[in-house]
């Protein structure tokens, strides 16, 4: 689904808003085994369109598998995009190469899932934020410069007293003291974009609201356009504005945040809602849903791709992909039985 389409499904949405970065009509291919002639192309993306916008974030929701951190590795140029576009400011980010792939690199900056394995655990907290800024800030000089740039950085993300940590080894910092060291060299470049990658699901649940509550605050301090992504729906509501659920590298529902959670539309979302822990919740034996892995999804493939899980799926469901309908102001699914 183009950008442009996704606009006449929902001509009230946030597209209206000039976009820092936005992935048209995106795939993604990955080849599997198999001798030349008979490779299988696995879509890890299809159709995917996404607009990150200045001072807002928008939530990738679903499953380990659904294409959630394929989409933040295109916007980072860790892979390339088999079909579609995917522009910065305007411009087709595969044109890029030389000094503007550095500074695109600089200004589409990305928090990784695992704080333990994202910092380098023989070099200190200096090391790791000094190091992006001799690189990319050549507006600081000299040792006192670059120093005070550190120490502002780790205030920045509640690292008090900030001058203790720059000694310090990462083995020595808890999960959730890694995960803002990680935040601030992130931010050491001064990136326009943030791309956060399940950056509290590897954390203690006493942590993750902390980390959420920092990204939030450099967010709207820094004004950001910050890419969520998460497993879990609940959180997508509480740090952003926008959401879009995905299933086998498909964004089946998508708009505000609120909206998709108060009025779930596409079965999936209202899986992803329902498994949500509710203790107030009455336990039923109703109503039971098909259990079944995330299909592989290939050249060949049809249909809807939650067909195999669907409680409403009939036999259209199995031969057409569901356009975009939409349900809301700004909000869009894709069924067939909206």
Request: aromatic share 6%; net charge positive.
């Amino acid at each position: 689904m183009s950008l442009a389409e996704l606009e006449t499904a929902s001509p009230t949405s946030a597209l209206a808003e000039p976009a820092i970065i936005e992935m048209d009509n995106v795939d993604k291919e990955f080849v599997l085994g198999g001798a030349f002639l008979n490779q299988t192309f696995l879509k890890a993306l299809s159709g995917v369109s996404l607009r990150l916008t200045r001072g807002r974030a928008l939530a990738l929701v679903g499953e380990s598998g659904s294409g959630k951190s394929t989409c933040a590795r295109m916007l980072a140029r860790v892979y390339e995009p088999t079909n579609g576009s995917i522009r910065f400011h305007g411009e087709d980010i595969t044109s890029f190469h030389g000094d503007r792939m550095q500074q695109y690199r600089s200004q589409v900056q990305m928090v990784f899932q695992d704080p333990f394995g994202s910092l380098n655990p023989t070099q200190s907290i200096g090391y790791h934020l000094e190091r992006p800024i001799r690189l990319h800030r050549p507006d600081l000089k000299g040792k006192a410069a670059i120093k005070a740039e550190m120490l502002h950085l780790l205030e920045g993300v509640g690292l008090r007293p900030a001058a203790d940590y720059l000694t310090r080894r990462p083995h020595e910092l808890s999960g959730g003291q890694r995960q803002r060291v990680a935040i601030a060299r992130a931010l050491s470049v001064r990136p326009q974009v943030l791309l956060a990658d399940e950056p509290t699901s590897m954390l203690d649940v006493s942590v993750r609201l902390g980390i959420l509550n920092l990204l939030e605050e450099l967010k709207r301090e820094r004004n950001l356009a910050a890419l969520y992504i998460t497993h879990d729906i609940a959180t997508a509501r509480y740090f952003s504005e926008d959401a879009a659920v995905m299933y086998a590298g498909h964004v089946v529902e998508q708009g505000p945040s609120t909206s998709i959670t108060d009025n779930p539309s596409h079965p999936y979302t209202q899986l992803l809602i329902e498994s949500v822990p509710n203790p107030m919740r009455k336990v039923t034996t109703g109503n039971k849903r098909r259990a079944a892995d995330i299909p592989l999804w290939t050249r060949d493939s049809r249909g809807c791709p939650f067909v195999s899980r669907c409680p409403r799926a009939t036999a259209i469901c199995k031969e057409n992909m569901p356009a975009p309908v939409a349900v809301g102001p700004g909000h869009i699914a894709r069924c067939h039985h909206l």
